[in-house]
């Protein structure tokens, strides 16, 4: 996201529909292909289905993986990076393509609306073949235009063939940079999934709501000389929360995502109140709060709008985004108790943290060194929470840096397994 910072406390100014990425480094798909997605693919097949001469892509694939190719801007209807040649001075690539009109614009909201799991999919940053298929999204033969400032006048040249290879790259990363190519910002489309499910799932709560029962106003003014006849029963609750209204966005209102937010959090917590009698979060220190109601956010990959989430929550309590993140990991491994592990070594009694090294040891792992409640290699740790549960955790090898992964176990041995997938 371009999001520029001035002065502590200024509004950050953002222009939704010019990206720029820095140099990606190319990571081979486990099928042999360049792109690792199937519209990554898609992308790529776009390009060298109307390419002129294989030998100049083979050339632009190989310039890509040995990073010839420098940051990409992307904007509607372009994807423009300098690229290094054999001369000193790097050339200017471009890969020009049609945007989607209105129309398709459209079709394809109505689709990605129709079914929440396609919205929970784009979060995700997953594109559902469904919404792959609309007309004008994904290139087609002749659809990308190449361009460059070398002298070959090759169709592509290696250069316009490079950068299209490295661009499918930052789509097999983030789908909403294939919907910024196309015409459309991510907050944009972010912003009208959002009002237009809002609305869906307000028209269906409404048709499906029995009548609600009323007393007549003649009754009650008629009613000078005698008792007023009884109120109606409160209300039933629910069986869920109900959703905010839509909120729309306005450059000089907060982000109507981040009240859509709040305001599901809020019907939330009453629903849970209105049927237990406690707050579910009363207990939770501002910290706590924090992480909970960031682990919420839907979708596990971070768009925009989750790094602007993380950063204002972060920068509101003196912490890092990245302090979040991880924070975050561990509310979403094991809730408020993952999320102890994270942060309170502690020294365990004698009994099951003793047994684990050998039941390891057994199970044919590596040896593990204890220390206070965690028993750790270069790049594996597992961590014995006050509940009883064993927690994996992973870094690099050679590096504290650990984070949590896979599910708590009360087993050491199958904390692990779950932790390496075996």
């Given at each position: 996201?371009?999001?520029?910072?001035g002065?502590?406390?200024a509004a950050?100014?953002?222009?939704?529909?010019r990206?720029?990425f820095?140099q990606?480094?190319?990571?081979?798909a486990?099928?042999?292909?360049?792109?690792?997605?199937?519209?990554g693919?898609a992308?790529?097949e776009?390009?060298e289905?109307?390419a002129?001469?294989?030998?100049?892509?083979?050339?632009?694939?190989?310039?890509?993986?040995?990073?010839h190719?420098?940051?990409i801007?992307?904007?509607?209807?372009r994807?423009?990076?300098?690229?290094?040649?054999?001369r000193a001075?790097?050339?200017r690539?471009?890969?020009?393509?049609?945007?989607?009109?209105d129309d398709?614009?459209?079709?394809?909201?109505d689709e990605?609306?129709?079914?929440?799991d396609?919205?929970?999919?784009?979060?995700?940053?997953?594109v559902?073949?469904?919404?792959?298929?609309?007309?004008?999204?994904?290139?087609?033969p002749?659809?990308?235009?190449?361009?460059c400032?070398c002298?070959?006048d090759?169709?592509?040249?290696k250069?316009?063939?490079?950068?299209?290879?490295?661009?499918a790259?930052?789509?097999?990363?983030?789908p909403?940079?294939?919907?910024?190519?196309?015409?459309?910002?991510?907050q944009e489309?972010?912003?009208?999934l959002?009002?237009?499910n809002?609305?869906?799932s307000?028209?269906?709560?409404?048709?499906?709501a029995?009548?609600?029962?009323?007393?007549?106003a003649?009754a009650?003014?008629?009613a000078?000389?005698?008792?007023?006849?009884?109120?109606p029963?409160?209300?039933?609750?629910p069986?869920?929360?109900?959703?905010?209204?839509?909120?729309?966005?306005d450059?000089?209102?907060p982000?109507p995502?981040?009240?859509?937010?709040?305001?599901?959090?809020?019907?939330?917590?009453?629903?849970?109140?209105?049927?237990t009698?406690?707050?579910?979060?009363?207990?939770?220190?501002?910290?706590?709060?924090?992480?909970r109601?960031?682990?919420a956010?839907p979708?596990?990959?971070?768009?925009?709008?989750?790094?602007?989430?993380?950063r204002d929550?972060?920068?509101?309590l003196?912490?890092?985004?990245?302090?979040l993140?991880?924070?975050?990991?561990?509310?979403?491994?094991?809730?408020a108790a993952?999320?102890?592990v994270?942060?309170?070594?502690?020294?365990?009694?004698?009994?099951?943290?003793?047994?684990?090294r050998p039941?390891?040891?057994?199970?044919?792992?590596?040896?593990f060194?204890?220390?206070?409640n965690r028993?750790?290699?270069?790049s594996?740790?597992?961590?014995l929470?006050?509940d009883?549960?064993?927690?994996g955790?992973e870094s690099?090898a050679?590096?504290?840096?650990?984070?949590?992964r896979?599910?708590?176990?009360?087993?050491p041995?199958?904390?692990?397994?779950?932790?390496?997938?075996?």
């Open positions: 996201m371009n999001t520029i910072r002065a502590r406390g950050p100014r953002h222009d939704d529909r990206r720029s820095p990606v480094a190319p990571r081979e486990p099928d042999g292909r360049f792109a690792a997605t199937w519209w693919n992308w790529v776009a390009l289905d109307t002129l001469d294989p030998a100049r892509l083979a050339r632009g694939k190989a310039y890509a993986g040995r990073g190719v420098d940051a801007t992307v904007t509607p209807g994807v423009v990076a300098y690229v290094h040649g054999s001075r790097p050339y690539a471009e890969i020009r393509m049609r945007t989607l009109g398709g614009w459209e079709r394809f909201l990605a609306t129709a079914r929440p396609h919205i929970a999919a784009l979060l995700d940053k997953d559902p073949h469904a919404l792959g298929t609309i007309t004008g999204l994904l290139p087609v002749g659809d990308l235009v190449p361009d400032t002298p070959d090759g169709y592509p040249c250069h316009a063939a490079a950068l299209c290879y490295q661009a790259r930052l789509l097999d990363e983030d909403f940079v294939l919907f910024l190519m196309r015409g459309r910002g991510e489309l972010l912003a009208e959002t009002r237009r809002a609305a869906r307000a028209a269906e709560t409404i048709a499906a029995p009548p609600m029962p009323t007393v007549p003649r009650v003014l008629d000078t000389d005698r008792p007023a006849p009884p109120l029963p409160p209300l039933p609750l069986e869920r929360p109900g959703r905010p209204p839509v909120f729309p966005p450059p000089d209102a982000d995502l981040a009240l859509d937010l709040l305001a599901t959090e809020a019907a939330a917590r009453a629903h849970v109140f209105l049927s009698g406690r707050d579910p979060v009363a207990a939770l220190t501002p910290w706590q709060d924090a992480v109601l960031a682990a956010h979708g596990s990959g971070l768009t925009a709008s989750t790094r602007a989430l993380y929550l972060a920068y509101a003196d912490r890092t985004p990245t302090d993140a991880r924070a975050v990991a561990a509310w979403r491994q094991g809730g993952g999320l102890v994270l942060e309170e070594p502690w020294d365990p009694p004698a009994g099951p943290f003793d047994r684990a039941a390891l040891i057994a199970a044919d792992f590596p040896a060194r204890p220390w206070r028993l750790s290699t270069e594996l740790q597992l961590r929470g006050r009883g549960l064993w927690y955790y690099d050679g590096r504290e840096d650990w984070w949590p896979g599910a708590p176990d009360p087993d041995v199958g904390a692990l397994t779950d932790l390496l997938g075996r």
